[in-house]
Structures are given as C-alpha cells and as structure tokens.
C-alpha cells in the first residue's frame, strides 16, 4: 500500500505497522538514517563507558561484538547510569 512518510513526508510503498497512524509510515531511508542516528549515539555512549570500565570488565567489553556493546550502552542510558549531556 502507499503510504506517508511522517518523517520526510514523501509517499513510498509500505505496510501500515501499528506503531504509526493509518496511511503513515517511515520510509526505507528514514527508517535507516533513524537506526544510523542511533547507532551513532550508541557508539559515543561506548566511548563513555569504557575509560569507566575496571581493566577486566574492560577486557570482556571489548571482545564482544559492536551489537552486543550497543545494547549494553543502551541499557547503562535506559537505567539513566549514563547520558548525553
Ligand atoms: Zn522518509
């Protein structure tokens, strides 16, 4: 179906998900600038933990893959441990 994309405002074919209002979407390139943004900000908030983390724990972080030390960032902003101001 075709849909608006309520962040560029640009109609694309899509499928109407319940997260966004009947005949709204978010299109491919928005959908992948969104998930770059936020990986962006999830690597910043890496930079921040690891001068935090003891040289074991540091060690262990490091070893992990890049997906696995973005949802640990993301948890550490979700628990309000770290933020970005
Ligand atoms: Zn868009």
Redesign the pocket.
Known sequence: MLLD?S????L?RGEQTASHDTGFG??Q??EESNIEKANRLLDEAILKIQPNLKPNKLKTFNSWPIDKQRNFAMEMIQKGIISFY
Do not use: L, Y
Request: hydrophobic share 10%.
């Open positions: 994309c962040c560029c405002g640009k694309f978010t299109c390139n928005c």
